[in-house]
């Protein structure tokens, strides 16, 4: 049965754990102030708890999830040099030793969006991508700062909640919103890894 992961644990397993106390390879980009607590509340991770990257089998189909920033759609597994060719070069990035992989965990930070990578020989290819201001929307809408009500006529009620957490989930993808007080504050995509 195929497991979620949350963006947190996800963002704090694969891209920013401690790794026994190894030194990040580049400085970080500032996280989202909502998000500095749950990546300092999760570096206790054991990378036996972590995923496999994605088999071919397993890379997500068309109908999955998939952000469209501009003429270019952003999907799970996609090898991030398109996305870069696509957007541009990113405003900055981070990197660090990969404890659940072998090779180096990468996050792309782009206007408004932040991309996280795992990487596969010498490729990197996107695992989450998260939302980070309102000038991008999902593709039914729903932007930060939109009601859950929104959310809810846009994706309906086939979702798993957890806290203030909702996620919908398509083939290997996930889409979550993180409520507050009834307004998004949080949009994160992500590949589902079994």
């Known amino acids: ?27 970080a980009v500032a996280p989202l102030p909502q998000q500095t607590e749950a990546i300092e509340d999760t570096r206790t991770l054991e990378p036996e708890l972590l995923p496999e990257p994605p088999t071919e089998a397993q890379v997500p189909a ?41 090779g180096i965990d990468r996050i792309f930070s782009f206007p408004g969006l932040q991309i996280h990578t795992y990487p596969v020989g010498d490729a990197d290819f996107i695992h989450t991508i ?30 798993e909640q957890e806290g203030n957490m909702f996620t919908f989930t398509r083939g290997m993808t996930f889409l979550q919103f993180f409520v507050e007080s009834d307004i998004v504050t949080a949009i994160t995509y992500g590949l589902i890894f079994e």
């Open 130 to 159: 998260s939302i980070r201001d309102d000038s991008h929307v999902t593709d039914s809408g729903i932007y930060l700062g939109a009601s859950f009500d929104a959310v809810a006529a846009a994706y309906g009620s086939g979702y």
């Open 1 to 27: 049965m195929k497991k979620l992961i949350t963006p947190i644990l996800m963002i704090a397993a694969l891209a920013i754990t401690a790794c026994g106390g190894r030194e990040p390879l580049v400085e």
């Open 62 to 102: 068309a109908s999955d999830f998939s952000l469209d920033v501009g003429n270019f759609t952003i999907i799970m597994s996609q090898n991030i040099e398109d996305t870069i060719s696509a957007l541009g070069e990113p405003l900055g990035m981070f990197e660090q030793p990969s404890c659940a992989f072998d």
